[in-house]
């Protein structure tokens, strides 16, 4: 069995049997032993890579980062106010 690691600090090693996969959803590639894995926020496209949730995320929700990022910016200025 293989132990794959979450990106996401808030989530414990899992075994590649609790992602329901044992492939990553973008390159298809097995998982290997201690590779980070992190899901997608934005959809349910399941285990990927970590490098490859990047790349998934930078190409299908530019829009989303970017209103997010906006998100963080306008909260910030309104802490100054
Ligand atoms: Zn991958
Ligand atoms: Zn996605």
């Given at each position: 069995m293989v132990i794959v690691l979450w990106r996401d600090p808030w989530l414990k090693p899992l075994s590649d049997?609790?992602?329901?996969?044992?492939?990553?959803?973008?390159?298809?590639?097995?998982?290997?032993?201690?590779?980070?894995?992190?899901?997608?926020?934005?959809?349910?496209?399941?285990?990927?890579?970590?490098?490859?949730?990047?790349?998934?995320i930078m190409k299908k929700h530019k829009k989303q980062v970017e209103a997010k990022v906006n998100d963080h910016r306008d909260r910030r200025l309104h802490d100054y106010q």
């Open positions: 049997g609790d992602l329901g996969t044992d492939a990553c959803s973008l390159c298809k590639q097995e998982f290997q032993a201690m590779d980070y894995v992190t899901g997608c926020e934005f959809c349910t496209a399941g285990a990927m890579h970590a490098r490859c949730a990047d790349e998934h």
